[in-house]
Nanobody, 121 residues
């Protein structure tokens, strides 16, 4: 299995930027499609973005398209989420996730512990 550790969360004013990182260890990183999810207080966890094992394909939730960019560095076993033009509604606990081959990107096998992002108006 794979272990995931997120970092980079914090507090930012609306319009600002943050970059989240997720470091993976365990089985070879390139075996997994990677994704980011988030959960706001009182809401269900939702999909944010995902990237294929090679990095040549990405998907985004509609509300973050054009503002967020997911990328990965397989040599560093790390996936990133660059978040620009942040809005208060982006405030949530952000989770990194990994999907094994054949697994839906929307239903990953493995999860990190999460990193908090707070956007003030």
């Amino acid at each position: 299995q794979v272990q995931l550790v997120e970092s980079g969360g914090g507090w930012v004013q609306a319009g600002g930027s943050l970059r989240l990182s997720c470091a993976a260890s365990g089985r070879p990183f390139s075996m997994y499609a990677m994704g980011w999810f988030r959960q706001a207080p009182g809401k269900e966890r939702e999909f944010v973005a995902a990237i294929s094992r090679s990095g040549d394909s990405t998907r985004y939730e509609d509300s973050v398209k054009g503002r967020f960019t997911i990328s990965r560095d397989n040599a560093k076993n790390t996936v990133y989420l660059q978040m620009n033009s942040l809005k208060p509604e982006d405030t949530a606990l952000y989770y990194c996730a990994a999907s094994s081959v054949g697994r839906s990107w929307y239903r990953p096998d493995y999860w990190g512990q999460g990193t908090q992002v707070t956007v003030s108006s």
